[in-house]
């Protein structure tokens, strides 16, 4: 009786009362029966608008938030109302929603606790199940798509993540404002009609006012930025350029060190990867010492390895134009170096060369920082969860984690 005294005198929900509450040891459960209140009408489900009673149904339990390790159970005998507009209609209550069997302040609960654990781990602390999970952050998330605002919209950022067995990847779009950073949209697969959908979302009018874009190389990505976003400053992500510098460098250096082993001198690259990788700050001492040795010798190794640490001055630069000069001069030099995977990339370079200007165009102000920081994020939720079987758990998941959708506001409210 003390809780439904503790109960009653908290915000309580308009209509109706909580009327007698009963314990089952056994089953570790606390029961308590609801009721309206004396000449309440019911409201209608469909309108919204208060009729006339028109016959009561069986039983139902809706399941409420724990106290102290006791599953709670509101019981109710939902009334139908005859309404003028809608017919004969089951009644609206205002601690649940449609035939879902949790109540709002119960999702709320599970969906904040679901952040921060596992589905899983949050089913086991509550003595829930890993479906009633679900369907509270697909609830939670449903309601936060439906009432977020889109706009405005001045920086996006969009890349792919793999998920799932073989080749699959989303397209994630981000807002990478320094206002705002969410995630707006999840694609499946990353083609020209998947990103598409983006844009046909928010519509042309958003489209038109964004100012600035970030991505990679991926030429899906390009032809669509190009076509949707013609008013935009498009810059390409730094990460994906350092690393196809990387992945060019390690090439020579297996090439090398093959051909070195087939002829028999003296295993130099042998252990070398990382020392020519890896930032210098971030060298150990072993490893300085042994880059050290590595550059006395004339290798390719060593020539591309110093070309590409010629190349992180260019990141450096205040103005568009001198950056273009030097990108110019190191193309240059590089073309004359013979050494074929280097080439590969300063050809790139040059095809990209406007839009790798663009990142100082924009005042140094935008990169791909922020995208590889939310996709690590996007990566650690699927990873608690050891993965999701659907693209549409999956979906859910990452709009619950990183969207900073809004939430429903309810009667009770408790915070993990």
């Known amino acids: ?81 005859d309404c003028r507009a809608c017919g004969v209609r089951v009644e609206q209550v205002p601690w649940a929603t449609g035939k879902h069997q949790l109540t709002k302040a119960y999702m709320l609960f599970l969906a904040h606790w679901a952040r921060k654990l596992s589905w899983q781990e949050t089913a086991a602390s509550f003595r829930s199940s890993w479906d009633k999970v679900r369907q509270a952050v697909e609830y939670v998330v449903e309601w936060g798509l439906a009432h977020r605002s889109l706009g405005p919209i001045l920086a996006i950022g969009v890349d792919e993540i793999q998920y799932g067995k073989g080749h699959k990847y989303l397209t994630l779009v981000y807002q990478i404002e320094q206002e705002c950073t969410r995630l707006l949209w999840v694609g499946k697969e990353r083609t020209v009609e998947s990103f598409e959908q983006f844009f046909t979302l928010i519509g042309a009018p958003l489209s038109k006012k964004i100012e600035y874009v970030c991505s990679d190389m991926w030429k899906p990505y390009l032809r669509v930025i190009r076509e949707r976003c013609s008013n935009a400053v498009h810059i390409l992500d730094r990460f994906h350029i350092v690393a196809k510098m990387n992945k060019a460098l390690d090439e020579v250096r297996a090439g090398e060190a093959r051909r070195l082993a087939q002829d028999g001198y003296e295993p130099v690259l042998k252990r070398t990867r990382w020392c020519v990788l890896k930032r210098k700050t971030n060298l150990t001492g072993k490893q300085r010492f042994r880059l050290r040795e590595l550059l006395r010798y004339n290798l390719k190794t060593a020539r591309a390895y110093l070309l590409k640490e010629d190349f992180q001055q260019f990141w450096e630069y205040q103005s568009a134009t001198w950056a273009g000069k030097f990108l110019d001069d190191w193309a240059q030099q ?40 939310l996709n690590n994020k996007a990566k650690l939720t699927m990873r608690k969860s050891y993965g999701f079987r659907t693209f549409r758990i999956t979906e859910i998941a990452l709009y619950h984690a990183l969207g900073k959708l809004p939430e429903p506001k309810v009667a009770h409210r408790f915070r993990p």
């Open 1 to 81: 009786m003390r809780l439904i005294t503790l109960l009653n005198h908290c915000e309580h929900f308009s209509g109706f009362v909580y009327d007698k509450a009963r314990l089952c040891q056994d089953s570790r459960t606390i029961e308590i029966e609801m009721r309206p209140r004396r000449g309440s009408k019911p409201v209608c489900s469909g309108c919204h608008e208060r009729g006339t009673a028109y016959d009561r149904l069986g039983l139902r339990s809706f399941e409420f938030v724990p106290v102290w390790g006791f599953i709670v159970l509101l019981l109710y005998r939902m009334r139908r109302v």
């Open 334 to 373: 590089v073309m004359r170096s013979r050494i074929q995977p280097m080439k590969k990339i300063a050809m790139t370079m040059r095809s990209h060369r406007e839009l790798l200007l663009n990142y100082f165009r924009a005042k140094r102000r935008l990169s791909s920082g922020v995208v590889e920081g």
